[in-house]
């Protein structure tokens, strides 16, 4: 194995790791921070997080029979459901995806099964999921909703059809759901075996380190059995609270976003040797001339500009990169990067 290595963006601006690039105005910050002031420090945090959790299920619309656990960022939570699991259980997602579904599973010790997705449109190859579902019998299936790093939303058909196929576990990972417009929240009544997991760090709240997983609270009890006691500390739970209350905010930087994304799309493909895919996601997977793209990923940050080198995976992302979607400004260096990029490869 290797540790996750986060890149140095130091003196860069930085596209690489899918954060919302607005921050808060002023006079929103220095209610922030008045709510901070009587913060008991002293004391141990609410280990329920009751009032950020009845904002969460609010803003969400959650009903009442199913009960929410937070997490201290999805991948604590991922851990959670894993860790929950009996030595060498079976674990199943589509491949390319996040990667710490494999990263955890094994770590501890759990039988991992990555199914590609189709090579044309990154959608989910339904016959080869059912198969593996029949053959493995996961414990758990990961489907990320959007898909990172390819940013599409899997077919909705296909995502019914292997949770109503799996008897085990099946977690919709909707850590794009600000970008997306699409949800399976509203699914969960009708299937026992669903959880719904969500963040707040793509939405503009990268740094409170908050995710949280909803669904039927006899799951849900069986994750808080080994979840840590005070997992949430104060200040985020006060920050995201009333991070939360504004979400008028929040939903005026997700349109920004999503304007500029389909701005940044439509340049893509005007270059020549250059591939992107459609997505539902804050970011954009683009695929770059054969056996190129680490050399113009290497040219761009040479310019001033972090994204992501995926290509050393191999598979599908063979040649690929991704962008997440900045201010209008750090798009366009980022365009005019690539596009000198290409011109002297």
């Known amino acids: 194995m290797s540790a996750y290595k986060v890149a140095d963006a130091q003196g860069l601006i930085k596209l690489d790791a ?57 991948d604590e939570i991922i851990q959670l459901l894993l860790m929950a699991l009996p030595h060498a259980a079976r674990v199943l997602a589509p491949v390319p ?18 199914i590609p997705l189709l090579a044309d449109s990154f959608d989910l190859d339904l016959p080869a999921m059912l198969s593996a579902i029949e053959q493995h019998q996961p414990s758990v299936i990961f489907l990320a909703y959007p898909n990172n790093p390819s940013g599409n939303l899997f077919s909705e058909t296909s995502i019914r059809e292997i949770i109503e196929t799996g008897k085990g576990l099946v977690v919709l990972d909707e850590a794009y759901a600000p970008f997306a417009g699409a949800s399976f929240i509203n699914a969960l009544a009708q299937h026992d075996n669903l959880l719904v997991m969500r963040t707040v760090s793509k939405l503009g709240l990268a740094g409170l380190r908050l995710g949280y997983i909803t669904g039927n609270p006899g799951i849900i009890e069986q994750l808080n059995k080994i979840r840590l006691p005070y997992n949430i500390n104060s200040l985020t739970q006060l920050s995201a ?32 040797g250059i591939t992107a895919y459609p997505s539902a996601a804050n970011f954009i997977l ?7 793209a680490s050399t113009i990923f290497a040219s761009i940050k040479q310019q001033g500009v972090l994204i992501k080198d995926l290509s050393s995976q191999g598979g599908l992302l063979s040649d690929c990169l991704r962008v997440t979607i900045g201010k209008p400004e750090e798009n366009a260096a980022f365009l005019a990067a690539l596009k000198k990029s290409l011109s002297t490869t």
């Not at 905010?249 to 893509?268: G, M, N, P, S």
Request: proline share 5%; glycine share 4%; net charge negative.
């Open 18 to 74: 899918m954060e919302n690039p607005y921050n808060w105005p002023e006079d929103i910050k220095k209610d922030w921070l008045e709510t901070l002031k009587d913060c008991p420090l002293n004391r141990y945090p609410d280990p329920e997080a009751r009032q950020l959790v009845q904002t969460i299920k609010r803003l969400n619309q959650i009903s009442d029979q199913f009960d929410v656990l937070l997490g201290n960022g999805s």
């Open 97 to 114: 995806g996040f990667v710490m579904y494999k990263q955890l599973s094994d770590c501890l010790g759990l039988d991992y099964h990555g």
């Open 241 to 272: 609270d009333f991070a939360l209350s504004r979400k008028v905010l929040f939903d005026q930087q997700t349109q920004k976003i999503c304007a500029e994304r389909a701005a940044v799309f439509e340049r893509l493909n005007e270059l020549d």
């Open 286 to 292: 683009f695929r770059t001339p054969e056996k190129q």
